[in-house]
């Protein structure tokens, strides 16, 4: 058994990484949202083969709205996994770019109206509707149903609230960092508010490995589940 399966085995969830492209100063983007790009092109290269490995990649409607991404496998061979979006609201317009390609989850909330939940499916996506928690949509029960439809492998890639809903509720088992020489001052933060004023309350990782790509590093490590978040 694989570390993915064994996660799911004993959890009944998928093994997630978060994947961030980010500089030096730890910032995703600039102020104003613009974040293509901070990383080379060898560094994004290696970034699909995180998307390839992966049964499915998780962002939040801030990082569609943003970026209009497709979330494909394009600069390697292999498959472009499942996409899920969290989307409260059903925000996110039709004519973004995640409704083509591979299979589309929107995760969303329970009374959302029907003609919306209508004009998405009718555009090919899946609709979940789930429980609310503090204000958003529950991470944890939608990576139960990922699950559950034999999703094993889930990367998260932003922005920056989502990421920090999966570190605060200790969904995180490793993270893959890119990280840049590029220095943004205050942009959006890799990851957002933990609320932790301790140093000694850090999501503390391990396994740390580092391996340079171009002029970028790619920092990868376990999240350390004797701490705090898990
Ligand atoms: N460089 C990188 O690696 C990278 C990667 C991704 C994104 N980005 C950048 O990050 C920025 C977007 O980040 P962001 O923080 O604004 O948005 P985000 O994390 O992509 O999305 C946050 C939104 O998702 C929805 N959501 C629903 N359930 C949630 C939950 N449990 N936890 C968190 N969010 C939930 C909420 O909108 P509703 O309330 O409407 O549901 C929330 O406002 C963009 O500028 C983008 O370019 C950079």
Excluded at 28 to 47: E, F, P, Q
Excluded at 66 to 82: F, I, K, M, Q
Aim: charged share 25%; net charge positive; proline share 3%.
């Amino acid at each position: 058994m694989n570390q993915f399966e064994t996660k799911y085995r004993s959890t009944g969830l998928p093994f997630v990484t978060l994947k961030l492209a980010q500089t030096l100063d730890g910032n995703i983007a600039t102020c104003t949202g613009d974040s293509k790009w901070i990383t080379s092109k060898a560094s994004r290269v290696r970034g699909h083969q995180l998307r390839a490995e992966a049964d499915a990649i998780l962002v939040g409607r801030g990082t569609v709205m943003a970026d209009d991404p497709e979330l494909s496998v394009r600069y390697v061979n292999g498959c472009s996994p499942t996409k899920i979006v969290l989307d409260s609201q059903l925000k996110i317009g039709l004519n973004a770019k995640i409704f083509s390609g591979a299979p589309l989850i929107i995760a969303t909330a329970e009374e959302v109206c029907k003609k919306q939940i209508k004009e998405r499916k009718k555009k090919g996506a899946q609709i979940w509707q789930l429980p609310i928690l503090n204000g958003q949509i529950n991470l944890k029960a939608v990576l139960q149903k990922a699950a559950q439809m034999g999703l094993q492998y889930i990367l998260i890639e932003g922005g920056s609230r989502v990421a920090a809903s999966a570190l605060r509720l200790g969904l995180v088992d490793r993270i893959a960092a890119f990280v840049a020489p590029k220095i943004l001052g205050a942009g959006i933060p890799a990851i957002g508010s933990l609320d932790i004023v301790s140093i000694t309350d850090a999501i503390a990782l391990e396994n740390v490995k580092v391996e340079s790509i171009d002029d970028d590093f790619l920092f990868t490590a376990r999240v350390k589940k004797s701490s705090k978040n898990g």
